[in-house]
């Protein structure tokens, strides 16, 4: 037996509580109570018991030890005042998925809080030893392990892993609600410095992967579950899996490197996760009628059709400035001040039972380094999808982009592309009247070919060049998808009942899926009938005023090709806390008369929009504006 230690003392019964008592060298404590004057409490327990006993007090830190069904659990280390609990570790396991524990514990906790089976004298002094160690790390002014951490112990051959554990911003033992609150952090200029020249990233984030994996990725206790490689059109696609309220939300990487494509995919994972509010944060009621003088007018940003709303089992109930709508604090850089933004365009992941009046996606959002680079990712996701929409509700034709004028880089992509598959790729000038440069790429069978006959993609940043690597990053890796799934025959009989009832579309997967089925190919002469070739390095309007290696500068200088055109740039700060511990940083864009990305056809968001019915007159290909009948009527084929 050790010698004894200070302070420590040790509450329960049972096996573990024994040995842990021997290895401390102090005597067990059978019920909880204020067993401490400021040493650590051990509280064990030989069942799934919960961590901290009802009614247990202690006046220093917190040990819960523990078992499930088939492992000993060792930690989290509960410091009094501190954020980071067994509470947390619990909510953060039960996010992740493990309903079937969940619910054997519901149905058979009596059970279940007897000692398992596997539980042995051994497994109980190794969970002893580590139980000392972290003690005695503490005495010395150590961090112990499973500070911010739980041990588990595998009871069939004792193997030992750490699963980190992030505070819960929600966590009603040791959390406080975040006020929502004006903030004006983006009126004014702040150097965010590239980090290195000609990147558009503060920070890069791919050296960074270990740690953000070690962070953020756990099946136990992570915001993401787990990350999985495939190789499709020439390059690693990794999918960041989410659980709990997240599931189906996955982030998604693509890129010729493995390591750049499992850090996109994190970002993404953790951009999707910050699209749901924290439960418990503080917000403002009230209608529009009364904001308005403060707050955006969530009819400026494209409504359903008057008919949709009229539509029996139509999710979504129109906009009334009399209803009571919860609303956000976000940045108008119009105005220059902060404004209310209704919570259902702040945070996709409400749906329409948080209030909602309109499909909303992940349009606009965008994490970075700062808050001024998600903003920056968050416009240029805006423009992409803007411009794609615009060219295909307004029929407009695109410019075609040499190929030759292409970076060897992707060159070299698009050559392996078409090798593998034997589809021709092309690009096109998509760019709006705010010169940030857009590309749309298509992919299209062979002829002769009865596969599946068309797949799109598209891209917007700083150059052509950066526009045209985003559109075919996209493009490879849902290209061989396409192929390999319109190949199943009952895929393929949906395509076509999709094609002749557009109805049928009502998924994100059916858009692309739809464009297989070769009668729809026609549908998109628009937009490569009359298109001269062009350079990619002629796409977008003056692109040099992008190059400056301040993050900031950029920025300012993209939203203000908005500004300048009368369009304001509203940026809701979606950051939770589990991101700002990284200094990372989520922003929600949203750009009023510009169209927002909806899946499923009943869904499209056209009404409402002067700009859209404007466009054709714009480009000087009609005298007058589309009336609103005369918006392509067909399902768009983004993907």
């Not at 805006?382 to 292409?406: C, H, K, N, Q, S």
């Not at 991101?579 to 499923?600: I, N, Q, W, Y």
Request: glycine share 10%; aromatic share 6%.
């Amino acid at each position: 037996m050790t010698d004894p230690l200070p302070g420590p003392a040790v509450v329960g019964r049972g096996l573990i509580a024994d040995a842990v008592a021997e290895r401390l060298g102090v005597s067990v404590h059978p019920v909880p109570g204020d067993t401490s004057a400021g040493g650590p409490t051990v509280f064990a327990a030989d069942g799934w018991a919960d961590p901290v006993p009802e009614g247990a007090r202690a006046r220093g830190p917190l040990l819960p030890v523990r078992t499930e069904i088939d492992r000993l659990v060792i930690g989290p280390w509960e410091v009094p005042g501190e954020r980071g609990c067994a509470r947390c570790a619990q909510t953060r396991y039960r996010r992740m998925g493990h309903s079937g524990e969940q619910a054997a514990r519901r149905l058979h906790g009596d059970r279940l809080d007897r000692a398992p089976a596997l539980l042995t004298g051994q497994a109980a002094r190794l969970a002893a030893a580590l139980v000392e160690d972290d003690v005695r790390s503490a005495a010395r002014g150590a961090a112990p392990r499973t500070r911010h951490a739980v041990l588990c112990v595998d009871l069939r051959d004792l193997t030992v892993t750490t699963h980190r554990v992030l505070p819960d911003p929600a966590c009603e033992t040791c959390a406080s609600p975040r006020p929502d609150a004006p903030d004006d952090t983006l009126g004014r200029p702040v150097p965010r410095p590239a980090h290195r020249p000609g990147a558009a990233r503060g920070r890069d984030l791919p050296v960074e992967l270990e740690s953000l994996t070690a962070r953020y990725v756990d099946a136990r206790t992570g915001v993401l579950r787990r990350l999985h490689d495939r190789t499709e059109g020439a390059q690693i696609v990794t999918t960041a899996e989410q659980a709990g309220p997240h599931h189906g939300m996955a982030g998604y990487g693509r890129s010729p490197q493995r390591r750049t494509s499992r850090t996109t995919a994190i970002l993404e994972g953790l951009e999707r996760f910050a699209a749901t509010p924290a439960a418990g944060r503080r917000v403002t009621v009230g209608f529009y009628r009364e904001l308005a003088d403060r707050a955006l007018d969530p009819r400026t940003l494209g409504l359903h059709p008057p008919r949709e709303y009229d539509r029996p089992g139509f999710p979504y109930a129109p906009f009334d400035p009399d209803r009571s709508y919860r609303w956000v604090w976000g940045w108008s850089f119009l105005r220059g001040a902060p404004i209310l933004v209704p919570e259902p365009l702040a945070y996709y992941g409400l749906g329409p039972h948080g209030g909602g009046f309109v499909y909303e996606i992940s349009n606009g959002c965008a994490l970075g380094g700062s808050l001024q680079e998600a903003v920056l990712y968050g416009v240029l996701e805006v423009a992409e999808r803007d411009a794609f929409l615009m060219t295909w509700y307004a029929r407009l034709p695109g410019p075609e982009i040499d190929p030759a004028t292409l970076d060897e880089a992707d060159r070299l992509q698009a050559a392996v592309l078409r090798a593998e598959t034997g589809y021709d790729i092309r690009f096109f000038d998509i760019t709006t009247e705010q010169g940030i440069p857009a590309v749309w790429a298509m992919a299209t069978a062979p002829a002769g070919s009865t596969g599946a006959a068309l797949r799109c993609a598209a891209g917007a940043h700083l150059t052509g060049a950066r526009a045209v690597r985003g559109a075919l990053s996209e493009l490879g890796a849902g290209l061989s998808y396409a192929i390999e799934h319109f190949a199943h025959p009952e895929v393929a009989a949906r395509a076509a009942r999709m094609a002749d009832d557009p109805e049928a579309v009502r998924d994100m997967e059916d858009h692309p899926l739809l464009y297989c089925e070769p009668r729809t190919a026609e549908r998109l002469g628009f937009l490569t009938g009359l298109a001269p070739t062009r350079p990619v390095g002629d796409v977008g309007v003056r692109t040099g005023e992008f190059a400056d290696d301040d993050i900031d500068t950029v920025m300012r200088a993209v939203v203000g090709r908005y500004l300048r055109d009368g369009l304001d740039v509203v940026v809701v700060d979606q950051t939770p806390d589990e991101l700002r511990e990284a200094d990372l940083h989520c922003a929600k864009v949203l750009v009023p008369g510009t169209l927002s990305m909806t899946f499923g056809h009943r869904n499209r968001r056209t009404t409402g929009l002067p700009r859209l019915l404007e466009a054709r007159r714009r480009r000087g290909l009609a005298d007058r504006p589309m009336r609103e009948d005369e918006v392509n009527p067909h399902p768009h084929p983004f993907p």
